[in-house]
C-alpha cells in the first residue's frame, strides 16, 4: 500500500462549501497534494475578499469562487463536496452522471438501508451501486471502484476502526455502548446557540441520546444495535471515543491485541497503542487515529478508547485518504506532514 | 458608606432584558437581595420553558415573562435596563417620566456631549438633568439623586477606576494608553461568527481600534484623549487593562499609591494590591475591581493593571451598587457572598 | 428538612489545608455562613504574605497559619480536614478522641471493608463506629450523628446520586457502566505534568481504568460491580457522569421518574431534569447536583446523566451541609448565594 | 531567496533538548526535512519508552536517546540546542570548537554588550565573533556565515519584524510600548504553579513589568528604550504583540505601508495584512509571522498587531529558517506544509 506513485500526470480537482471548516481543510491538504491541480475552490457564501481565506494566504492564494456546480462537471476530473447535507443529495448524482470521481462529505449516502435513509434523510435519491463507504481501512476496493465515495465522518470512523475487526473475528458480545467526546468545530461553522463561546466553554454535555444518525450509520455497518452518547466537550479540534465491549468466554487481551495487529499492520493511519491510552493533542492536525485498550478478565469488560481529528482523519483527510486511493496515489500523500 | 441599612420595606423592582448574560447575572443578584421584591423578570424572548433560567433554578423560580414596558412602569419601584442599545433608548424616558428610578446598563445615556451622542448613538432623545454616570465610586451624590444612572460597562469602569484619581490629583501627564483584554461574555449573548466557539477559542486579535464608543466614553469622564485598544481573549469571564500613562516629573511611586488609597479608602469593592498584580481569576463572580501597578522612575513610565467581571462590577453588579446607593441600602447589599 | 436554624450561638471551626482548591472553598463558604466562627485556617504551607488567600481578601482577612493540629482539637467545635490522604489518615483520630466533630474531605475512612482499605488505604487505622459515609441526601441520620464525617468526592457524589435510589427501588438490572468527565481542579493544587496547562489544554484522555479507588467506593455504597471510567477535559470545575444501566422487565420511564423524585423530593440541592439533559455550566460555584435521563424502551437502556461542581457538592459544599445536619442548621445555611 | 537548492547531500542533524516543546517541534519540522538526516535526537530526561514521543509515532520513530555533547561534536555537521539557559552556555561553545554549525534557542548568547549579559545571563561566555543574530528576515548575511546563530524567541522576532525597518526608516518617534500577550506553551514543559491549568486557565495577567530580559533583547536591536509587558493569556500557543509607536510629524499611513512592503517583499514568512488585523487562530501551527496596523492622523499614533506560533517562528522554524540560510537550502524547506 505504501509504494510511492507511478503516475505522472496531475488530477483536476475541484473543492465545493471550501470556507466551511472541513472545506477550509480541504482545500490546506489538496494545495500542498503533489499530484493535484486545485482548480476551483467554491463556496455560495464567497466574496471579493482577498485573500479568502487568510489562514491559507501564501499557501494557497487562490480565490474562492461562487458555488457553480457545471463548471466542476465539465473541468475537473474528482470533486469534493464539502456541503450541506441537503446541497451534497442534489448536486452529487449530475456530477456522477458526468463522469466525476466524487468524494463525499455529508452523510447522505452512507446509509444503503432504505428504511433508514427514509428516516434520517427523507427525499435523498439513492445512487445505489455507484457509492462506496468510504472507510478506507476496511473498504479498499470497492472505494477504488466507486464513482461517488460516502466519507464516514468522526463518530463513525472512531467506533467502526476499533470495533469492526474484533465484530468481524467474533471476538464480542454483541452489546455495545459508545460514549464519544467531541470538540466544538465538529457542529460546523454556522454559529448558533449551542456553539456560542459562552455557552460551551468551561462546559460539558450530552447531546443526541438514542437520536443520533451516526448512530445509524455505526448500527449499520457492525450490523448489530449499538448505544451512542455523543457529548461535546470545550475544545476546538478532535474527538475521543470511550467504548464499552464484553468479550465473549474464552477470549483474552491478546486475542484483542491479535486480532487488530492483522487489521492494522498495512494502516498507515492507525496507531494502536495497547495499555496506553490516547490523548486528543496526539492526533489533532494528523490523519491519525490512535486505539488503546484495557481489559478486565474476571468480568470479561474490554474498555477501547480511540481518537482522531475529527477535521482530518473525520473529514478532509479521510476523504484524501480515499481520493489516494481511487486515482493511485500512495495512500499517504498530501497527508504526510 | 457601609453601615447598615435602616429601611424596612422592600423595593419592588423590575428586570428588561432578563435572559442576556447581564440580564440573568442581574436575576441572580436581585433574587437573593435581602430589601428587593424582584417583582418582574422580562425578555423579549421568553419561552413558556419552565424554569426559564435553568443555571438558577430553586434560586429563582420565577417565569421570564414577555417584555411589556408598560407593567414595568406601573408596578415597580425601580427598573433595570438589559436591553440592546436601541431598546433601551425607546423605553427609558417613559419609566423616568412615570416616576420610576431606572438604572440602564446600555451605553446611549452615557455619553453628554451632543456631538459624541449623534456619533455613537444617532436618535437617541436626551434625558439631561435626569441622568447621572454611575460608577458609584467616583460620582455617589449624583447617582443618589439621578432619575436614571446610566452605568458603565466593564471598560470604562476599569479605566476610570484606575486613572480618574490620579488625572484628578495631577499627577499623570496626558498621553494615555490603555489595551483592554476581554472574555467573550462581554460580546453578549446572540451569536455570530466572531463568538463562535471555532474562531474565537484558540485565538487573540485586536478590534475597534480608534473606533470604538467606548473610549470616547473614557475620554468624557477623564476629559483628554486616550488611545483605547480592546482585544477578544478566549475566556468568558473578566476584563484585564493594561495602562500605560507617565508621571509628571517630580512624582513619585509614593505618590500614586497615596492618590489611590486616599481615593478607595471607604470603597468597598476596589482592592489596590500596590506592585502585586490583579489576576482576572480572583475578580470573577464578584463586584471587586484589582488594581495594581508598577513604575519606572527613570522613563516616569506609570504601568497600571486593572481587572473586574465584565457582567458584575462591569454590569449587573455595578447596577445593583447603583441601586443601593439610590434606595439607601449599605452599597453590599446582595452583593457580598 | 428546611426549617430554619433555632441556634444561637456560633459553632467556632478550623480548616486544615486552606489553601488547597477545597480548602479555599470551605474558607469562602464558611466566612459568610451565619452559624460560624473560623477560628482557623490552616496550611502547611502557610506563609506572611498577607492577605494569604488573594482572591478572598475582604471577604475573609483572616491569616493563614501553620497548620498546628493540637490547636485545632483544644480551640474548636468542628474541624474540616482539606489534606492528602496520609495527613488526614494521621491527625482524625485525636481530634475525634478530643471530641471534635471532624468533616473529612479525605478519601482515607470512606471504605468500610478491611479488604479495601488496605487495598486502597494501606495502613489507615480504621475508626470504626464514629464514621459516617457523608452524602446526606442518602445518610441523613447516621451523619447527625456520627463523630467523622468522611465526605464522598465528585465522582461517587454524583453516581450514587443517581444511582442509589434505583437500586434500592429494584428498578435496574446490575451491569452498570460510569464514564465519568472531570475539569482538572479535581486534581488538586500539586502541579505536575499531566495538569500541566499545555498538557491538559485542548486534550481529553481517559485514565485509572479498572484501577480508581472512587470506583471501589461507589461499588462499596451500591452493592455490586460497576465499570467506572474516568476522563480528564479541559476545564477548570466541574464533573459530569454519564451512566448506562438496563431497566429490569417491566419497569417504564415512568418508574424511574417516580422513584428519583420520591427520593429528592425534600432534597435543596439535588435537581431532577427529567428529559432535559444537564450541563456543567448551570452547576458551577453551586452546590446542586443536577439529573437527566433518558429511557429506550426497546432495549430496556437508561442513560443517566448527573452533573455537579467538584469543589462544591463534591468537596467543600457537601462537607458544609453535612456540617450544618450535624449541628441542627438548616441544611441550606452558607450554602445557597 | 526563494529559488530552489541545489544541494544534493544531505546535513546530518542533532537536536539537544528533544523531548521540551521547541525540541519535540524541531523533531517534527526535521524529521521531514528533504535535506536533513536526523541523526540524534537527545534528552537528559531520556528514558526507554518507545516511541518517546507519541504524538510523532510514524512521522518518526527514532528513540530519544540520553544527552550526549560529545557525540553531537563528532557526528553531526549542524546542532539545534533547545536547551534550558545554562546547559546551553556550558556545551555551545565545545561544539563551536569542533566545527558544528549551531542553531541555538536559548538566550545566553543573544545579548551583545557585556553589562547586559552580565545582568541576564551572568557568567555565560562571549563567544564573540561566531555569533550572529538570528532574525532571518533582518540579518541574512550574517547568519550564512556565523558558526553560532543565537535566535531569537517569540517576543523579540514579533516586536523586531515590526518596528526594526520603521526604525531604520526614520518613521517613528522614540517612544514605543509593547503589550504582548502569549500563550502558555512559552512557559516551557515543566510543572509550575503558574502554568498549572487550573492557574491559567480562564484567567489573565501581566508579569515581569520593567524586568524582562527579552525587553533588554529588543532595545538592543533596536538601539532605544522600549516598554514590555508580557502577558499570559488561556490558550497553549501562539503570541501576540500589540505595538504603540508614534509617527514622526509628516510620515503617513501610506509611509508606513511602504517601508514595510519593502522590507519584506521577498520574505516568505512575514505576512502584511494592512489595516486587517491579525489574529492567533491564523498562525498557529506555521511560520509565519502577520502583521498588521491602523494609523490614528490627529494624534499620530500608530497602533500595529503582530502574532506568530511562539514554538514554531517564535522557536523551531525560526531555527530550521536559519538552517535554511546557513546551509544553502530554500529558506522555506521543511517549512511550507
Known amino acids: ?54 489562514a491559507l494566504a501564501r499557501l494557497w492564494d487562490g480565490a474562492v469562487s461562487s458555488f457553480a456546480p457545471d463548471r466542476l462537471a465539465a473541468d475537473t476530473d474528482a470533486v469534493f463536496l464539502a456541503l450541506p447535507d441537503p446541497a451534497a443529495a442534489e448536486v452529487a448524482p449530475a456530477l456522477v452522471t458526468a463522469g466525476r470521481r466524487v468524494f463525499d462529505l455529508s452523510g447522505v449516502f452512507r446509509l444503503r438501508d432504505a428504511g433508514q435513509r427514509a428516516r434520517w434523510y427523507p427525499e435523498v435519491a439513492s445512487l445505489d451501486g455507484a457509492v462506496a463507504y468510504g472507510l478506507p481501512e476496511r473498504n479498499r476496493e470497492r472505494i477504488r471502484a466507486a464513482r461517488l465515495v460516502a466519507c464516514p465522518g468522526c463518530y463513525p470512523t472512531a467506533a467502526l476502526l476499533t470495533l469492526a475487526p474484533l465484530f468481524a473475528g467474533g471476538l464480542l458480545e454483541d452489546d455495545v455502548i459508545i460514549d464519544a467526546k467531541s470538540g466544538v468545530s465538529g457542529a460546523g461553522k454556522t454559529p448558533s446557540e449551542r ?108 474498555v477501547l478508547v480511540a481518537c482522531l481529528d475529527n477535521l482530518v482523519k473525520g473529514a478532509a483527510g479521510q476523504a484524501v485518504q480515499n481520493f489516494n486511493l481511487a486515482f493511485g496515489f500512495d495512500e499517504r500523500a498530501g497527508l504526510w506532514a
Open 1 to 54: 500500500m505504501h509504494k510511492s506513485q507511478s503516475r505522472r500526470e496531475t488530477v483536476r480537482v475541484g473543492v465545493a462549501g471550501a470556507t466551511g471548516y472541513a472545506g477550509q481543510e480541504l482545500v490546506r491538504l489538496l494545495a500542498r497534494h503533489p499530484g493535484v491541480e486545485l482548480r476551483f475552490a467554491m463556496s455560495s457564501g464567497a466574496s471579493d475578499r482577498v485573500p479568502s481565506l487568510p
Open 195 to 302: 456553539t456560542h463561546f459562552s455557552e460551551c466553554h468551561d462546559s460539558v454535555s450530552a447531546y443526541g441520546i438514542f437520536s443520533h444518525r451516526h448512530g445509524a450509520e455505526i448500527e449499520q455497518e457492525l450490523g448489530l444495535p449499538v448505544t451512542f452518547v455523543p457529548h461535546l466537550v470545550p475544545l476546538n479540534r478532535g474527538i475521543l471515543e470511550t467504548i464499552y465491549a464484553r468479550l465473549r468466554p474464552g477470549v483474552s487481551d491478546k486475542d484483542v491485541a491479535a486480532v487488530l495487529d492483522a487489521a492494522y499492520r498495512d494502516a498507515a493511519f492507525v496507531r494502536l497503542l495497547g495499555a496506553e491510552l490516547p490523548h486528543i493533542k496526539h492526533v489533532v492536525h494528523t490523519n491519525f487515529c490512535d486505539i488503546g485498550w484495557r481489559v478486565d478478565a474476571a468480568s470479561r469488560r474490554l
